[in-house]
């Protein structure tokens, strides 16, 4: 299976700072199937992008996705409020599909 | 809109069978797409379990697979999970979603605790 790993585990920073999120795989995406999330306390995930670039319903362009084969980036370009909470990427290549550990931005 | 809602006990016994419904609205289940499981143990990550697509195709996880039963009634636009066996590592709140490969709409989560 594809083991992804994230980084760093945790992110402390200020509002209006840019944060910056890595998610490397053990082996090559297939099709940059490779999605993230949001998750906040009591909440289920919210899914932000697919295909690694691609930004879901209602996300803000602040955020953006990249990357391919197996090193993929999640960039908040200027922290919000709304903005501190847990990331998770996803692989959707090959199954069974996996998730990374997560990456706690904090305040 | 999509919603979906995950319903079943709360507190099950270890070496016991878990059982969950995903019920389904604003979407029928025969039009498309798969429909899965994730679980979260508290404080920890997330781990897909598995789907089925409205035909009764699945695909489970290899790690949960010997234990795992996931089925879909269409008549009732609804999906479940069944695990057997469990133990506390079982413990974890379920979520069911839609799943594309990726899950663009998700249940609300329920705790499932697994102890005597």
């Known amino acids: 299976e594809v083991v992804l790993t994230q980084s760093p585990g945790t992110l402390s920073l200020s509002p209006g700072e840019r944060a910056t999120l890595s998610c490397r795989a053990s082996q090559r995406v297939g099709s940059n199937y490779l999605a993230w999330y949001q998750q906040k306390p009591g909440q289920a995930p919210r899914v932000l992008f697919y295909g690694a670039a691609t930004r879901a319903t209602g996300i803000p362009d602040r955020l953006s996705g990249s990357g391919s084969g197996t090193d993929f980036t999640l960039t908040i370009s200027r922290l919000e409020p709304e903005d501190f909470a847990v990331y998770y990427c996803q692989q959707y290549g090959s199954l069974p599909w996996t998730f990374g550990q997560g990456t706690n931005v904090e305040i | 809109q999509v919603q979906l809602q995950e319903s079943g006990p709360g507190l099950v016994k270890p070496s016991e069978t878990l059982s969950l419904t995903c019920s389904v609205s604003g979407y029928s289940i025969t039009n498309g797409y798969y429909w899965g499981w994730m679980r979260q143990p508290p404080g920890k990550g997330l781990e897909w379990i598995g789907y089925?697509?409205?035909?009764?195709?699945?695909a489970y996880n290899p790690s949960l697979k010997s234990r795992v039963t996931i089925s879909v009634d269409t008549s009732e636009n609804q999906f479940s999970l069944k695990l057997n066996s469990v133990t506390a590592a079982d413990t974890a709140v379920y979520y069911c979603g839609r799943d594309e490969g990726y899950f663009d709409y998700w249940g609300k989560g329920t705790l499932v605790t697994v102890s005597s």
């Open positions: 089925v697509y409205h035909s009764g195709s699945t």
